[in-house]
Each structure stands twice: as C-alpha cells, then as structure tokens.
C-alpha cells in the first residue's frame, strides 16, 4: 500500500468515525431517575415510579427491550408498559412505569437488583446504509421493607372556589359550602389522608376572627405513595363578602401544613353549585328535623303494638 493509499484509508476511516460518532450523540439515551428506591415499604404494599426514557434525537422509532435483574425480588416488579415496547418516532420523552407489589411474607430488609433497558432500531425502519446502534442504560433498585406503620403526607397544591352564602328554608338554615382542594402525595406506606381541615376566616384585614370550622364528614384516603386530588367541604355560616383565611391541614393531632387565602362568598343564587344539605344543619335543626320523624315512628310502632294485642285478646 502506497504512501497516498494509507492516507486515503486514513480519512476514510476518520470521516466514518465523526459520521457514526454524530449518530451515537444524536441518538444519545438516557434514564430519569436513574432509580427505583423506596426505604418505607411494608408487607401488602404497592408502589409505583415513573422513569423517563430520554433520547436526543427521535428522528426514528426504536425497539425497547426492559430486563430485570433482581433474583430476590425479581416477582415483584413488573413494567406496566410491558418488556417490550417502542419508543415512537417525534418522541423525546417516554414514560414507564415501574410498579412494586411487596408479598405478605417478605422478610423485614434492604433488597437491591437493577432493571437494565437495552434499545435498538426498528428493522423496518431501516435504511440502506444505516448504521443499527444500539444503545441502553441502566435503572438500579433499592428497596427497604420495614416493619413499621408510616402516616404522613404531603401537600403539593391548595385551592377554593368562590361559593354561595348560605340560605334559611322554613326554620332551617342551610350553610354555605366551601369546597377546599387539595393535592396530597401520600408518603406513608398505608393508605392515609389528612384527618381534618380547620378554616379560620377573618375579615378581608385579617385581623378580626369572624368563625372558625372544621370540614364535614371524613376526607377520602389515598393509596400508599400515590398523589391525587382530594376535596374537604368545609360549612360557613357568613354572609356574602370577601373574607382573609388561615387553614390549617391536619395530620391526627398535628399541623401538617398551612397557611392563607381569599375566599369569596357570594350572594345565594350566584352561582349554580349546591350547598350543604341536611349534614350542614346545626345539631338543634337536626333534632327538630328528627324529633317529629322519631315521634311518628314511634307512635306507628304504639298503634302497630296496640293493635296486636287486641286482636290477641279478641282471639282469646
């Protein structure tokens, strides 16, 4: 070989080096997180984790193919989005899914493995002289299994609508209803939820204490590590205005989160939403509500017991 021929061969060589080392960069893939951990897990629990499969340049589908490898807990995990799937083309971001299911006999201890993502092109997809790359990464588990009862949360968002001031029906007074929402991420290992909401409300200064409630009825729980959208109907009895609030979120017996916010009551009738019904009454509307309920049934049970005994009598 000549002294130009090995130069020639050279640059070939070079040229083909930046050309399949612009692909690989372009086809760049990664994983977000790089991890599955959760140190708070019980027996019976379930807990779920999105991973962000990330590419650079998604101008092609690719195949992805998920193994786990994690003898030890390998029949817990599963991929919701199955082991095999594609990543479409125009798609820089895919989400999977990585779900636990923790047995009711696993042993009480740290457990780790690795989920492995190994990614390849469509064959279809191939063209003539492309160069087939494939690329993968790796997501490693740690999972810790305790033998402890975790009930704690976590506010994400707060929010209230304006409502309608509340109303009289005959003797009864119907209070307004103020829907309070709330985005709680349940960080415990059972399912849980704030165990009560405390409204202070105040004039628009917030500086004079106007009522002070609590939310009717128990608020929904959640499952353990799931985040979800939960409602406390909280009653008022003030008329139509704008009102200064200091809530409080409560864990059993502790604050978990608070603060402040605006509320608008307007006058009945602005807004096309219901208020409270009969569990807004005060305890004296519904025991007058009750009483002559109770007394009725009451008296039909007396006749019913009369009536018996006479026919028992005539018999006789």
Same mark, same amino acid.
């Given at each position: ?23 690989? &960069? ?46 030890? /807990?390998? +029949? %817990? /995990? ?5 082991? @095999? ?18 047995? +009711? ?19 279809? +997809?191939? !063209?003539? !002289? ?6 993968? @990464?790796? /997501? ?8 402890? #009862? ?7 968002? #707060?929010?209230? *609508? ?8 005959? %003797?009864?007074?119907? $209070? ?9 991420? *349940?960080?415990?290992?059972?399912? %849980? ?41 909280? $009653?008022?009895?003030?008329? @139509?205005? &704008? ?20 509320? *608008?009551?307007? $006058? ?5 939403? @219901?208020?409270?019904?009969?569990? !807004? ?16 049934? &009451?008296?039909?049970?007396?006749? &019913? ?12």
């Amino acid at each position: 070989m000549g002294f130009f021929n090995i130069i020639k061969t050279g640059i070939a060589a070079l040229v083909l080096f930046v050309l399949i080392g612009a692909d690989l &960069a372009l086809a760049g893939f990664g994983v977000t997180p790089p991890f599955v951990r959760n140190t708070s897990l019980t027996r019976n629990s379930t807990y779920e984790q999105q991973i962000l499969l990330v590419r650079g340049d998604p101008t092609v589908p690719l195949n992805a193919q998920i193994t786990v490898d994690a003898p030890a /807990i390998a +029949d %817990w /995990i599963e991929i919701v989005e199955g082991t @095999a799937f594609e990543l479409p083309k125009g798609e820089q971001k895919v989400p999977m899914t990585v779900r636990v299911t923790v047995p +009711d006999d696993a042993d009480f201890k740290n457990y780790t493995g690795a989920i492995r993502i190994k990614t390849g092109a469509v064959e279809d +997809d191939l !063209g003539v !002289g492309s160069v087939n790359i494939s690329l993968g @990464a790796q /997501i490693d588990i740690e999972l810790n299994v305790i033998d402890k #009862i975790i009930k704690d949360f976590r506010i994400r968002k #707060i929010g209230v *609508n304006d409502l309608n001031e509340g109303h009289k029906v005959g %003797w009864l007074y119907f $209070p307004g209803k103020i829907d309070f929402s709330m985005l709680v991420e *349940n960080t415990g290992n059972v399912e %849980w939820a704030p165990s009560e909401v405390v409204f202070k409300i105040y004039d628009p200064s917030g500086t004079v204490l106007l009522e002070e409630v609590k939310n009717k009825g128990k608020i929904d729980k959640i499952l353990p590590y799931a985040t979800e959208d939960l409602v406390a109907q909280i $009653p008022t009895r003030l008329p @139509a205005g &704008a009102y200064r609030v200091r809530y409080e979120i409560m864990n059993e017996d502790e604050i978990n989160h608070q603060g402040e916010l605006n509320l *608008n009551v307007l $006058p009945y009738g602005s807004l096309q939403t @219901a208020g409270f019904g009969f569990a !807004g009454l005060s305890a004296a509307h519904k025991v007058s509500v009750l009483l002559p309920i109770l007394a009725l049934i &009451a008296l039909i049970i007396l006749l &019913a017991h009369t009536h018996r005994t006479r026919r028992g009598r005539n018999r006789g």
